[in-house]
């Protein structure tokens, strides 16, 4: 199964357990007409022991809680995904038009790589069969052509073996990104199932007197997690830009024939890397957008652990990306 199924079985899961937080309504009506009852009873005992009119304005807020709470599922959720669902569609066309651009940049990198090592006759042999058969029919069976075969025998080996592990840890690294994405994906649909289910209890403590912040957290909390993934979009998005100028610049460098091209493919690591740490900061950064209170101790354990992955990646990767510079990567 692809990365991509994998995410929309994350929002097929979301639209399965949506409908639960109905059957929470029944125990939050009961809730919130306990909280409205003592809460227009205060209001209006107040009023009178201070001889004062009654102000009927602020004793409706108990019954739209309770209208919220009645049709939780359309009113509060159908609404808050509705307005901020466009702004998930924008950010992840955007990423699918720059990941397009990536994918066909890459192609025509790899074939404009291919044909400058056939024209360099260093090389050709290492990159085509073809040419490899060719150098050898040239050769006699004299001792020198002897030890010139073991010897392109050897460096084809050498070239075959630098592109397996070179391709290995390129393929490691990409799977570690797509878990990261993965990761952040998966927990933020975890928080608003809890978030969506559990909502018509918040809405309705809300209407007990003294407890009025618990919506506000509650909708800055659901629309900080829900932003998590256009967040998440855009930073897809930045690299798979920066990483389609760096890919541009090898294009540019390539189509020039004197050009003898680098194998190595340290910058792109590097990228790749940066992506892995990037995404455990999505929440902190969607905290910038909307301040939501609660997810204080998550976002610490996160940069935490942001900062001691940065570390052993960061430590593993120098050492490896020094042996391949110095031994293997020409």
Known sequence: MEYSNLHEVLRSLYDEMMPLSADMAAVAKGLAGLGAL????????????????IDVFPLLRP???????????TIVLGTLN???????????????????????????????EREAMLR??????????????????????????????SSMYAERQIYSLKKMFRDGFREFLEVLFQAAALVIDT????????????????????????????LTQWLTRYISVYLWLPVSDLFSAMLSKIQSLILQKDINSLSDPNFIPDSSSTVYII?????????????????????????????????????KTGNIVGAGTGSVAGNIGGRLMK
């Open 187 to 214: 927990i933020r649909t975890f928080f608003l199932i809890v978030l969506s289910i559990l909502g018509p209890l918040a809405f309705a403590i809300s209407v007990w007197d003294g407890f009025q912040s618990t």
């Open 271 to 307: 990228f790749m890397i940066i992506g892995i740490i990037g995404y455990f900061t999505i929440p902190t950064v969607t905290g910038w957008i909307i301040q939501a209170g609660g997810a204080g101790n998550f976002v610490r354990n996160i940069n935490q652990t942001t900062t």
């Open 120 to 149: 360099n006759p260093e090389t050709a042999y290492l990159a085509s069969d073809e040419e490899f058969d060719k150098k050898l029919d040239e050769l006699g069976w004299t001792p020198s052509d002897l030890v010139t075969m």
């Open 38 to 53: 003592f809460y227009v009873a205060l209001k209006v005992w107040q009023a009178l022991s201070s001889a004062e009119p």
């Open 82 to 112: 509705g307005v901020l669902s466009p702004v998930v569609q924008g950010t992840h066309s955007m990423l699918e038009s720059q990941v397009l651009d990536l994918n066909a940049l890459q192609q025509q990198k790899d074939q404009l």
């Open 63 to 73: 019954f739209a809680l309770g209208i919220c709470i009645t049709f939780f599922p």
